[in-house]
């Protein structure tokens, strides 16, 4: 199984700092344009920035790169449709929320979408774990029923990507005949995550691929057999990935050398408010990511160090101490951070979708670290087992 990577276009700003730029700030700590002591310069989302993270990414070898979707980001369809003619065959994971457009419309939009690009959209459906986040929107359903309405929203859109007239009446929607003009061809994979209860039916019916923030090797397994059991039953086998952030740099001393910088320009005020505001999340997953650096924040922070967050080798969880979502980061040599992805792989995990702060320079670190490094070893392999192939048919 080759490992399929893929980067990250950071639409709400970047910078050299975890606070100050990019996705995810909680509400209350920071929000894009705004530059706390000890954050670098912030650098705007214009597309012409965007453009040279995407042409770097392609460049670099990534399939493609995801986009997100929330409150302070560009919008994710208008800004990859713009990036299409900057780049060739880099595909975009566009992150969307269901409940906040009519899903034939949606089917409409991915097929377009589809057609202009030549075949290079990929959907990442976002149900939205953030209460407050969906009530700006004016959704205020409750965590689970979000998680319905999912449900019957993909329904629907595949249903519209038949090109026959579709009827379907739930809870949530009622449509009669929806059609898109011509179906997309390839269809949009879906790519789907979530750690409730309630999300976990969704994924098994309608996933291409689900997805996991980045937890500790059994921690993920455990989600990879719940999935594929749920999934097993509807007569389905979903991929999976895992969405994980990475310093990569020629030797491991240098590579926490970055994790030490990046944890010393926080602010101990903003971890307590970053804190406070994730702490109110109804999402499972974030209340997952909390608990993995949950012994620094009651004590050793105290102790001040780097390692003290690495909760499995080379899994430091020093960015969910101020940012929302994924909150953990590979952190190491190239060779390390390769058996990591080997070490995820193993499981079963298919697909790395990666970022970094700043995204332009660490997407250079690992694709030229850590792909190159992953292919050498995928070489070896390929040639042990035909050296060995060879060996045993001179034996007969």
């Known amino acids: ?5 893929h980067w990250f276009l950071p639409t709400t700003g970047d910078s050299r700092a975890l606070i100050g730029g990019g996705h995810s700030v909680p509400a209350g700590v920071g929000r894009p344009g705004e530059r706390p002591g000890t954050a670098d310069r912030i650098r ?6 965007l453009a040279q993270i995407a042409r770097s990414a392609e460049q670099l070898g990534f399939e493609a790169v995801l986009t997100p979707t929330g409150t302070w980001c560009e919008d994710a369809w208008l800004v990859t449709a713009a990036l299409l003619r900057e780049t060739s065959r880099l595909k975009f994971l566009v992150a969307f929320r269901p409940g906040f457009v009519s899903p034939t419309l949606a089917a409409q939009m991915a097929a377009t ?15 939205g774990g953030e209460s407050a986040e969906q009530r700006r929107f004016g ?6 029923d979000r998680y319905a309405r999912t449900g019957e929203f993909l329904s629907i859109v595949r249903g519209a990507w038949t090109g026959e007239p579709y009827d379907f009446k739930g809870e949530h929607y009622h449509v009669e005949g929806a059609v898109v003009p011509r179906p997309p061809d390839p269809l949009p994979e879906i790519y789907f995550g979530g750690s409730s209860p309630a999300a976990g039916p969704v994924a098994a019916r309608h996933t291409d691929v689900y997805l996991t923030w ?21 007569g389905r086998s979903p991929r999976f990935g895992i969405r994980l952030h990475t310093i990569s740099r020629d030797t491991s001393e240098a590579a926490w050398a970055e994790a030490r910088r990046l944890l010393d320009g926080i602010d101990p ?17 974030q209340r997952r990511m909390r608990a993995l650096h949950e012994s620094y924040r009651a004590g050793d922070r105290a102790a001040g160090s780097e390692r003290a967050l690495e909760i499995h080798p080379n899994l430091w969880a020093g960015v969910g101490l101020v940012r929302g979502g994924a909150g953990t980061a590979l952190v190491g040599s190239h060779a390390e951070v390769a058996d ?51 060996d045993w048919g001179n034996d007969r």
Request: aromatic share 8%; proline share 7%.
């Open 113 to 127: 979408y589809q057609r202009i690009s030549g075949g290079r959209l990929l959907l990442n459906v976002v149900t």
């Open 139 to 144: 959704d205020h359903l409750p965590h689970a």
């Open 44 to 49: 705007p989302p214009d597309i012409d920035y």
């Open 1 to 5: 199984m080759t490992p399929r990577f």
């Open 340 to 390: 990591r992805v080997e070490e995820y792989a193993a499981l079963g995990i298919e697909e790395f979708i990666l970022s970094g702060y700043p995204h332009l320079e660490e997407a250079y670190w690992f694709g030229e670290g850590v792909i190159p490094e992953l292919s050498r070893r995928a070489a070896a392999r390929a040639a042990a087992t035909r050296r060995d192939g060879a």
């Open 269 to 285: 005020a903003h971890i307590d408010r970053a804190q406070e505001a994730l702490a109110a999340s109804d999402s499972v997953g």
């Open 214 to 234: 980045g937890e500790p090797p059994d921690q993920v397994a455990e989600k990879i057999e719940w999935i594929r059991g749920l999934a097993a039953g509807h």
